[in-house]
């Protein structure tokens, strides 16, 4: 179950890599594809808005991988928790706010890996 956890610890560290390269580099040019109800004039007027938003999803995928490569096992999942459970709430307020597909995208993915590193 261990290899499993950090597997899915990893998964979720790359989707806020890719989420941070979305919103920080490519936020007028893919976000009218991915946000269809925001009207195509809100993109370049809230570029600084979506790249500082990606900047704290690079924060999250930096303590995902931080939390892998931590050698003590207590210390590990604790930081493992802590960034987790950080995305999983930023998700739900996402899916509140923004579009209730987050739910599904962020919020969800990091609740079983809570569980699973609870269960582990």
Known sequence: MH?????????????????????????????????????????????AMAANQGLYNGFLAAGLIWSLLIQDASWSNNVALFFLSCGAIAGLYGAYSVDRKILYIQTIPSAIAIVFLLLG
């Open 3 to 47: 290899l499993l956890t950090q597997l899915l610890i990893g998964i979720i560290a790359f989707f806020h890599i890719y989420i941070l390269w979305f919103e920080m580099f490519a936020w007028e040019k893919h976000g009218p594809k991915v946000f269809r109800k925001v009207p195509k004039d809100l993109f370049p007027k809230t570029k």
